[in-house]
């Protein structure tokens, strides 16, 4: 087990552009767009996505479902990014989706012209520092995610079946030092901050919405030793601070 980290190639040399297009069954179809490049110390990429289908009812055709609950998405991406010299680097981040589904509900299950609709912001900006001719690289990054959703159904007054707003913020710091040719330690320190709203006026008309809140905050520390070629050893404690769980220190080793 463990956890693997992806991140997008950042954008280097001149200026390149690529635009892909597809279709297919049901009146589906997608396009998506992207550019990026870089002047001097400075580097820019920025994207979009589309992406539509009729698609087919939620509720199964052989149970009688016959209304298409079709789809639409739309996505924009942005990252900017520069060297301030020094080993001192910054990275900015954007990311924007919005979203439109057809959905099938009821008691029983039957199709209805209920839709769901979702919105979607992403922010990151982050500090990077190499030091020490690269024995030491540190990073320091916020995040932010706010993610709102609605259902609507039209036959119904109010029409809002659902009504959802979540936000997570975080930030983090990392280091990793290393320390002579056979030994790596890699430290850091971490909070993330969670709240929701929730409510069903349909449903509930006048009754106040549901929120909540909670954090928790995390420092953990990493020995990575290679005391000869082909072996290595590998050391770890984490504790996390839950602001409803309590405390909990995790200690691994192999």
Same mark, same amino acid.
């Given at each position: ?26 009146? &589906? ?125 039209? &036959? ?99």
């Amino acid at each position: 087990g463990g956890v693997i980290g992806i991140e997008t190639e950042a954008p280097t040399g001149r200026l390149s552009a690529s635009v892909r297009a597809e279709g297919g069954y049901a009146g &589906t179809a997608s396009l998506v767009g992207n550019l990026a490049g870089a002047i001097g110390r400075v580097r820019a990429s920025g994207g979009g996505y589309y992406y539509r289908t009729d698609g087919i009812s939620s509720f199964a055709s052989a149970r009688g479902g016959r209304e298409r609950d079709g789809a639409e998405n739309v996505a924009l991406n942005g990252r900017v990014g520069a060297d301030l010299g020094s080993g001192i680097a910054i990275d900015t981040r954007a990311y924007y989706l919005s979203s439109r589904v057809g959905i099938d509900g009821g008691f029983p299950l039957q199709d209805t012209p209920e839709r769901s609709n979702t919105r979607q912001l992403t922010l990151y900006a982050g500090l990077s520092s190499d030091a020490l001719a690269g024995r030491l690289k540190q990073r320091l990054g916020f995040s932010y995610t706010n993610v709102d959703r609605d259902n609507r159904d039209p &036959t119904l007054d109010p029409d809002t079946t659902f009504d959802a707003n979540g936000t997570l913020r975080r930030i983090e710091y990392q280091g990793v030092a290393a320390i002579g040719r056979p030994a790596t330690l890699i430290f850091g320190a971490e909070h993330e901050d969670s709240s929701f709203r929730t409510a069903s006026p349909a449903f509930d008309a006048g009754a106040p919405p549901s929120r909540a809140r909670v954090g928790i905050t995390s420092g953990y520390a990493q020995a990575i030793l290679r005391p000869v070629e082909g072996v290595t050893l590998t050391g770890g404690v984490r504790h996390d601070a839950h602001d409803r769980f309590g405390g909990e220190t995790t200690f691994g080793a192999n």
